[in-house]
């Protein structure tokens, strides 16, 4: 039976080779198998396509009608047409490229030259002390990891020697490939394996990284702490991840920072916690204790009548605020103990207190 190819592409026969490009993008797009489509469907829009986006194959075709199964019907044979019978696929791979852009990796019509990888990305753990984490520190520390390789400084190229165009791909980056897929054999622009897309090499690699411009050594890292950083947060340092290959650039190092534990304070934001005993006559009548503040021992006043889980504030001796200035507060709640056991003297006075009430 024959084929409609306008039909097929949802044009009129009027249709100008831009329309016929922009109805295969959609439908290809639609129907493309990596995108969970219609693999017959995306193989008809494909058929049609390289009938109607040749100007001479069309011509053929509006002259002669739809083409019979089997891509027989014109004169002298079909020419470029053969090969829609399910044996292979005749694709102009110049078109295909402009056309897919994101399917690029499967048709391979992209002609921009591939770049050097990038340095992937370092996160690490810091753990630091609570003191630490409110005054801030330095953190030291080893890793290994990929460096720019320090004898040719990341180019890949032996010192002395010059670069050269790529004899493999004399200059362009790209080498044609041909790949068997599901829709028949399609020849592909891909990387040059030799110069890995860069159109020229270096006449000689270098000896210790073999070319790639990196090497893997143990690297000393210090790391600024600010002060205010709570446990949990990460610090970024630009550069001072894995080294790029051939000079690119390098990736981050990524810094959590884990806090420990203090056994005399607590954090809530900005604020610190403590808390501190007194006996129920301090409570009563009031007095001056000491209490341990991150700077120092400082004398905390009790006022008369202060009531158990009452919470007193040290203005300004917290934590210092991250992006701005500032401290929060260091908040001490008053515990007060209650004797388990009164000598006969404490016991009258408290009654006589009771009784007076």
Do not use: W
Request: glycine share 14%.
């Amino acid at each position: 039976m024959a084929k409609d190819y306008y039909k097929t592409l949802g044009i009129e026969k009027s249709a100008t080779a831009e329309d016929v490009k922009n109805a295969f993008r959609r439908l290809a797009m639609e129907h493309h198998p990596d995108k969970g489509g219609n693999p017959e469907k995306f193989k008809e829009a494909n058929e049609a396509y390289q009938v109607l986006s040749d100007e001479q194959k069309r011509s053929q075709y509006d002259r002669y009608g739809a083409v019979p199964e089997g891509g027989q019907g014109f004169p002298g044979g079909a020419g470029g047409f053969s090969g829609f019978n399910g044996q292979g696929v005749n694709i102009n791979m110049d078109d295909l490229g402009d056309i897919f852009g994101g399917f690029g990796d499967l048709f391979g019509g992209g002609q921009a030259r591939a770049q050097n990888r990038a340095g992937r990305d370092i996160q690490i753990d810091a753990r630091i002390d609570f003191h630490d984490a409110v005054f801030g520190t330095e953190f030291a520390t080893e890793i290994m990891k990929p460096i720019k390789c320090p004898h040719c400084v990341g180019t890949g190229g032996e010192p002395g020697s010059k670069k050269v165009t790529c004899s493999t791909c004399k200059g362009n980056g790209q080498v044609a490939q041909t790949r068997n897929t599901m829709f028949g054999v399609f020849q592909t622009m891909g990387t040059c394996p030799t110069c890995h897309g860069r159109g020229e090499k270096f006449d000689k690699a270098c000896t210790v990284c073999h070319g790639s411009g990196v090497t893997r050594d143990k690297q000393k890292i210090k790391v600024r702490i600010p002060a205010g950083i709570d446990d949990g947060n990460t610090i970024r340092v630009t550069g001072e991840g894995e080294a790029g290959e051939r000079g690119a650039s390098a990736g981050d190092l990524y810094v959590r920072v884990r806090v420990n534990r203090d056994p005399a304070f607590k954090r809530s934001g900005d604020d610190i916690l403590s808390a501190a005993t007194i006996g129920m006559i301090a409570a009563a009548l009031g007095t001056v204790i000491p209490v341990k503040t991150v700077d120092g021992e400082v004398e905390l006043k009790i006022p008369s009548g202060t009531q158990p889980g009452t919470v007193i504030k040290l203005k300004s001796k917290g934590v210092p605020h991250l992006r701005s200035e500032g401290r929060g507060d260091h908040l001490v709640t008053i515990e007060v103990e209650i004797p388990k056991k009164l000598s006969k003297k404490q016991k009258k006075l408290l009654e006589d207190l009771r009784d007076g009430e």
